[in-house]
């Protein structure tokens, strides 16, 4: 989140450089020449005939990393697999919730016994072996300093150790996140830099590559008319824990990046550009339709919300990756009334180590057509979006945090909305999440993510397909909190190693809420969600657990009243109050807080 929603200062004005998105590396090349023989090969003899898809999952030190392979028979409901890596002990490979070990379902080949093992990992530890043995071993083949296997098994087992493989073919529909390590030991050891990670599409749409990036260039290259880049200026990185810069674009400046001046445009693809990812521990981008000059050095903050307003446009955590909007809808810019006519990113960065002589250029490049979609899209932000909870300890322990937006806020949709992305957002010490719809009563559906990983994925897209939201809804947004291990006590903030609790639900067609926003003690009355906090003495969870959790549907449990009660008590707002103020009579209300 933003350390200062509105007091932003560092306007600079950024000539963007194109460059073609390099295409999608072809098998035959994936390693290097002293390993690539034996690979070339088996793909010569057995790859291409038997696997219709692959990706090259690059390591951590330059140059290395494992070609994975597959195939899906619709018929049978089965995956076949092939890995190859540059090694001559072991290789896993893993399905992985956020990205890395934690709630990853994990297949291991031991080479000197040529064993294949089912297995799963909940921590950053070494992986259990699964009491149900679900892969299949086909092939498998050690040739000088690589290793290869074939494997199968169900899309999905049934298994509460496995992770069922979906249908991704639709960038609605979040990639799957893998991880893949490998090693010289004869027995699964720790893998030390032989470790890579990767987002997968094994449904792709274009082409046999299934790596997000390839499968997003492809789709950019067909759909997409132009783009432009929005980057930091080589930012020297502080010593401080904590830093807070921000960026600003005005329309012309966007227009002097490319932008066509005259043309209504849709947003139709963000993708990151990342420089320094150590330091960068989040970015945001809100766009407002104000058009106006910006004084150099300044960005003034209540003309443009009382003129153009504010909304989230896009954001980026560790382990972001590209993301397209749905055919139906894109985001507006340029000319028209309700377009983005300039942004503000706003940079987190973290620095604990002090690293020295560190400088970054990261931001996000934006890609648009004239062919505009039938919708406008929005983000509905839930929780506690703008930290009004800033300074409140989150408690001790095991503890979970349910924020409860009313269906009163809903209510000022004039139809219902398609939510077509999900994502979830907490810090460090955040362990399990997830949002809950409540229509009557009942909870509709649920979004989770069982082991929240921040390192690895600071916005964790949950893997789903679309669904709707009626007016009338109210939506449950759960956290839970881990501070065992916290030698000081942790509050919601915006510092590194401070909380958030917050969920984004992009939809269309985009409605009119001031901010996008149903949080904590915020100002719109409608739309002001409750708080209610518990202790509990275990987390909730379906991966990894025996038995599993009880269903969905289940309305017994605490908090599950439509608006709930707060046990905490309020905290001023830590945004600018004449700038909050500028927003609210941006909006007329009636009696009950209804927009009109």
């Not at 390993?35 to 030190?61: D, K, M, Q």
């Not at 209610?532 to 017994?556: A, H, L, N, W």
């Amino acid at each position: 989140m933003m350390k200062h929603l509105f007091f932003l200062a560092g306007y600079t004005c950024l000539v963007g450089v194109s460059a073609a998105t390099a295409a999608a590396v072809p098998p035959a090349e994936y390693f290097s020449a002293d390993i690539n023989a034996p690979y070339v090969s088996w793909l010569t003899s057995r790859g291409e005939a038997n696997f219709e898809h692959s990706a090259f999952l690059s390591g951590t030190t330059e140059g290395d990393g494992v070609a994975v392979h597959w195939t899906i028979d619709d018929s049978t409901r089965t995956i076949r697999l092939a890995v190859a890596a540059p090694a001559t002990g072991w290789v896993g490979f893993g399905l992985a919730e956020a990205g890395g070990m934690k709630g990853a379902d994990i297949v291991l080949f031991e080479a000197a016994t040529n064993t294949l093992t089912d297995a799963y990992a909940i921590e950053y530890v070494a992986p259990k072996t699964d009491d149900s043995q679900d892969w299949l071993l086909i092939h498998s083949q050690t040739d000088g300093n690589i290793i290869i296997f074939e494997a199968e098994r169900l899309l999905d087992t049934g298994d509460a150790m496995d992770r069922p493989i979906g249908f991704d073919g639709e960038f609605v529909i979040p990639p799957h996140r893998v991880i893949a390590a490998w090693g010289d030991t004869p027995t699964v050891s720790y893998h030390g830099d032989n470790r890579a990670r990767s987002a997968l599409r094994f449904y792709p749409a274009h082409g046999n590559s299934g790596r997000e990036e390839d499968v997003f260039a492809e789709e950019m290259a067909q759909e997409a008319e132009g783009y432009i880049d929005l980057l930091m200026p080589d930012h020297p990185v502080s010593l401080d824990e904590t830093e807070y810069v921000d960026l600003c674009f005005s329309y012309q400046d966007l227009i002097n990046l490319g932008m066509p001046a005259d043309v209504p445009l849709h947003i139709i693809g963000f993708e990151p550009v990342i420089d320094s990812a150590r330091h960068l521990h989040h970015l945001v981008m809100f766009g407002s339709g104000y058009d106006g000059d910006l004084p150099e050095g300044s960005c003034d903050q209540t003309a443009v919300a009382f003129q153009g307003g504010l909304s989230l446009a896009w954001g980026y955590a560790p382990g972001g990756v590209p993301w397209e909007m749905p055919d139906e809808a894109g985001v507006p810019l340029g000319p028209g009334e309700d377009s983005y006519k300039m942004f503000y990113l706003n940079y987190h960065y973290d620095n604990r180590w002090q690293d020295t002589g560190i400088s970054d250029s990261s931001g996000v490049r934006i890609y648009y057509t004239t062919q505009k979609r039938k919708h406008d899209a929005g983000i509905l932000q839930l929780g506690d979006p703008i930290v009004q909870l800033a300074g409140e300890p989150i408690g001790q322990g095991l503890i979970r945090h349910d924020f409860n937006c009313p269906s009163t806020c809903s209510l000022n949709f004039k139809e219902e909305v398609t939510v077509y992305k999900e994502v979830l957002h907490m810090h460090e010490v955040g362990v399990t999440m997830f949002n809950e719809v409540i229509r009557d009563g009942e909870v509709m559906r649920r979004a989770s993510v069982d082991y929240f990983d921040f390192d690895q994925a600071g916005l964790h897209e949950v893997q789903q397909g679309t669904f709707t939201i009626k007016p009338g809804d109210s939506i449950r947004t759960s956290c839970s909190f881990n501070t065992t291990s916290s030698k000081e006590a942790i509050e919601y903030g915006y510092g590194s190693q401070d909380e958030m609790c917050v969920s984004y639900m992009h939809y269309y067609p985009k409605q009119k809420l001031p901010l996008g926003v149903c949080g904590a003690n915020w100002f719109f009355p409608a739309c002001a969600a409750t708080l209610t906090t518990e202790p509990i003495s275990e987390v909730e969870r379906v991966f990894g657990v025996i038995p599993p959790v009880p269903g969905v549907g289940d309305t017994g449990e605490a908090g599950a009243s439509d608006d709930g009660t707060s046990s905490s008590a309020p905290r001023s707002a830590q945004v600018g109050a004449l700038a909050l103020a500028v927003v609210a009579l941006s909006f007329s209300f009636t009696a009950d807080g209804t927009i009109v």
